[in-house]
């Protein structure tokens, strides 16, 4: 007994509407893939990200002090200017470095990102408590303390830096304009520099 014979499926023309959009689905989806892919790739590429403009400004292993952001001009984009804001451009091939930054009246924060600019860690001052004090280090660095070290997991925080180099950004909230210059004497008492 011969078998029923199936219905042929036809692809749909350029002309017709179906065929207008597969091709409009199809454009979609090249143009959203290349538009991620731009974004993604964007600080791997560029020439001036935010290490190579502060290089600049100051050595590694010290923190300096940013002016303040106006509207013709920021040290770094995007600058809020509600913050007074310092970095330090680390490398960690001279050793590890310690971070020391005392809170100051409101809210203080230390963030840390790589040369390309990724960000790997963040502490407030509302989780450490009077002063933000860590060590950053690389791995191989960590992996070559002594394990019977007398200094508790409390007593000292050691943050894993993924790079040899990177950033240090440090903001300080200033709650009225009055207190600018107070909150810029405290942060001056921060310090960033390599562990002896």
């Known amino acids: 007994m011969p078998r029923p014979a199936l219905p042929r499926l036809s692809r749909p023309r350029l002309g017709s509407p179906a065929g207008v959009l597969l091709a409009a689905a199809f454009t979609l989806v090249l143009a ?3 538009h991620i892919v731009s974004i993604l790739a964007m600080p791997a590429l560029a020439e001036r990200n935010a290490y190579a403009r502060l290089s600049e400004r100051t050595d590694s292993n010290v923190l300096v002090m940013l002016p303040d952001a106006t509207p013709q001009e ?3 984009p ?3 200017p509600a913050f007074v804001s310092a970095v330090c451009l680390y490398d960690l091939s ?3 470095l310690k971070v020391r930054v005392p809170a100051t009246s409101d809210y203080t924060s230390v963030s ?3 040369a390309e600019g990724l960000a790997f860690y963040a502490l407030s001052d509302q989780a450490a408590g009077k002063v933000i004090e860590l060590d ?3 791995p191989s660095q960590k992996a070559a303390l002594p394990e019977d070290e007398e200094i508790t997991a ?3 925080l050691v943050i894993e830096s993924p790079s040899q180099e990177g950033i240090v950004a440090v903001r300080a ?3 009225a304009r009055g207190m600018r210059e107070l909150v810029r004497k405290q942060l001056d008492a921060a310090s960033c520099s390599t562990a002896n």
Do not use: H, K, S
Request: aromatic share 12%.
């Open 173 to 175: 909230f200033v709650r």
């Open 112 to 114: 840390f990102y790589t």
């Open 154 to 156: 409390a007593d000292r």
């Open 32 to 34: 959203a893939i290349a």
């Open 78 to 80: 995007m600058m809020d």
């Open 74 to 76: 920021a040290a770094l």
């Open 94 to 96: 001279e050793g590890p």
């Open 136 to 138: 950053l280090m690389t």
